[in-house]
């Protein structure tokens, strides 16, 4: 665990040091939930609620998973290397992206219910879709972008695994989603809650089996 807290404390010493990307991550919610409520004159039906939130957090979640290791030069590479496992440092990363997605899941809830209202049945279990669902986002494609991230072509890799393992991950948030938005109460939400942590966590899995092979420090 010692390792792991080191390279939590490294990984949050980066990203506070270049906050242009978390604020470029919340204009990018703040821009989109702006121009839905000038699209939309009042609250908006509750499918199309749904699906305008979770467009806009799964390209939050893009945009953080591929900038997690996309950006990261050689020399760190080969630093990383001398300081922490592979493994270590693919869980670093994928906790600090969680958080950060997290947090925009959150701020993107609130934004979107100031101005476009709330057409939630279930307040309380949708913020727990929220934010599992965040999460899940986060666990896949991360993984996938350590992965493909030692690779030349390594945004055409990285499609090829997300897609496969992102669809289904988005289809259960989105049907959890929707259950929430009905009513359903929290503990009908369970199962479909613990397919999208199932889901997230296959790649998580095969990232921490895989990635030491693919390591070229």
């Known amino acids: 665990m010692r390792p792991l807290f080191r390279a939590l404390q490294l990984e949050w010493a980066l990203e506070f040091r270049q906050k242009s990307a978390l604020m470029a991550g919340l204009l990018f919610v703040a821009g989109s939930a702006f121009l839905a409520s000038k699209t ?64 925009l899941g959150v701020f993107s809830l609130a934004l979107f219910s100031f101005l476009l209202g709330l057409p939630v049945g279930n307040p309380f279990g949708f913020l727990l879709v929220v934010v599992l669902g965040s999460a899940g986002l986060s666990g896949v494609l991360t993984t996938t972008a350590a992965l493909a991230a030692q690779v030349d072509a390594r945004a055409s890799l990285m499609a090829v695994l997300s897609i496969p393992l992102l669809l289904p991950t988005l289809a259960t948030i989105q049907r959890a989603a929707l259950l929430a938005t009905a009513g359903v109460s929290t503990l009908d939400l369970l199962a479909p809650l613990g397919s999208v942590a199932l889901l997230a966590g296959v790649p998580v899995v095969l990232g921490t089996l895989l990635f030491p092979y693919l390591w070229k420090p």
Do not use: C, D, E
């Open 40 to 103: 939309y004159l009042g609250t908006p039906p509750s499918k199309a609620w749904n699906a305008l939130l979770w467009i806009v957090l799964l390209f939050s979640a893009l945009h953080a998973a591929t900038r997690s290791f996309a950006g990261v030069p050689a020399a760190r590479w080969w630093l990383v290397g001398q300081w922490m496992t592979p493994v270590t440092w693919l869980w670093a990363k994928g906790i600090v992206t969680a958080v950060q997605l997290v947090v």
